[in-house]
């Protein structure tokens, strides 16, 4: 089994920035590709950002392209997400999740393992 947990969220203002982290412990070297997902009060999770094992692959849902920065250091097993200038509209829960099978994806459905997330909210 693979444990994936999520921190560095909290409460800023508009144009801020903030750095989220996703270590993985157990079974780590099952996962191959990670990704970022987040959830607002009364909507549908949705994707935000993706990144290959070796880091090389990236993909970013266009509501963030420029601003947030997906990256990971396999060594520390741990997954980043880089957001700057957020926006009130980025307020959410973001979940690290895991997949087991090659190719970046950016269904949820294709993902095995998801962290408990951790909220990010940011204020006007």
């Known amino acids: 089994q693979v444990q994936l947990v999520e921190s560095g969220g909290g409460l800023v203002q508009a144009g801020d920035s903030l750095r989220l982290s996703c270590a993985a412990a157990g079974r780590t070297l099952t996962i191959y590709n990670k990704g970022w997902f987040r959830q607002a009060p009364g909507k549908e999770r949705e994707f935000v950002a993706a990144i290959s094992w070796g880091g090389g692959t990236t993909n970013y849902a266009d509501s963030v392209k420029g601003r947030f920065t997906i990256s990971r250091d396999n060594a520390k097993n741990t997954v980043y997400l880089q957001m700057n200038s957020l926006k009130p509209e980025d307020t959410a829960v973001y979940y690290c999740?895991?997949?087991?099978?090659?190719?970046?994806?950016?269904?949820?459905?294709?993902?095995?393992?998801w962290g408990q997330g951790t909220q990010v909210t940011v204020s006007s």
């Open positions: 999740a895991g997949r087991t099978v090659r190719g970046v994806s950016i269904v949820g459905s294709d993902y095995n393992y």
